[in-house]
């Protein structure tokens, strides 16, 4: 089955900085990359999503780039404020609905 | 719209008792899917319903669970006897379409914990 990584496992950022996030996945049939973001307490939202026919997606201060040669992407947060600490999530799917999620990243801003 | 919502928010139960979680999924949604986070690892698949039929059950553990849609509408996943490994983040989430891959909507969880 799909094998999902992703890295870091914790990251501390500085407000104003940006983070990044890394994952990659195993199954070349992948074509379906959400990112999830679960503030404490509450439900994981999907925060941006890639589909295999594009490289990169960006909306407001959040970018998603997809190597899929390399089979790795990234979430990328710029301008970091006190809101954006949670836990994110990467997920991979072959399009037949199953998500299959790396680990978690928990991202701590520090004002 | 509401949400995906989830029932109970949490509980605890000792082992071999037997627990039933509830998911409402939003309203016209004919996908239904279960998640599951143990111990802050990942979070994995469990099972797939697409309307009241099972699309994927390859998640689930053992024969220890049972997922239920009837009717299309409302889903319970039944957990007997609970061990104490079934400790976990049980998720739901529901998407609006079948035959295409949309967003996955996620329930804010219930977490059981098993002693």
């Known amino acids: 089955g799909e094998n999902v990584e992703q890295h870091p496992s914790t990251l501390s950022v500085q407000e104003g900085d940006s983070a990044v996030i890394k994952c990659t996945y195993s199954d070349s049939a992948s074509n379906y990359f959400p990112w999830y973001k679960q503030e404490l307490g509450k439900r994981p939202q999907l925060i941006i999503d890639?589909?295999?026919?594009?490289g990169e997606k960006k909306d407001q201060r959040i970018a998603v780039t997809l190597n899929k040669t390399a089979k790795h992407f990234s979430l990328h947060i710029t301008e970091t404020q006190p809101e954006d600490s949670a836990v994110y999530f990467c997920a991979a799917s072959k399009g037949d609905y199953k998500l299959s999620f790396g680990a978690g990243t928990t991202v701590t801003v520090r004002a | 719209e509401a949400g995906v919502t989830q029932f109970p928010s949490h509980s605890v139960i000792e082992k071999g008792q037997t627990v039933t979680l509830r998911c409402d999924p939003i309203s016209g949604h004919d996908n239904l899917y279960w998640y599951r986070r143990v111990m802050g690892k990942e979070i994995k698949f469990l099972l797939h319903f697409v309307k009241e039929s099972k699309q994927d059950e390859s998640g689930m553990p053992n024969n220890r669970f049972l997922a239920e849609r009837t009717g299309g509408t409302y889903s319970t996943l039944k957990v007997q006897p609970a061990e104490l490994e079934d400790s976990g983040v049980y998720f739901c989430?529901?998407?609006?379409?079948?035959?295409?891959?949309?967003?996955?909507?996620f329930g804010p969880g219930t977490r059981l914990t098993v002693l």
């Open positions: 890639i589909r295999s026919n594009v």
């Open positions: 989430a529901s998407s609006p379409l079948a035959g295409g891959l949309d967003t996955q909507y």
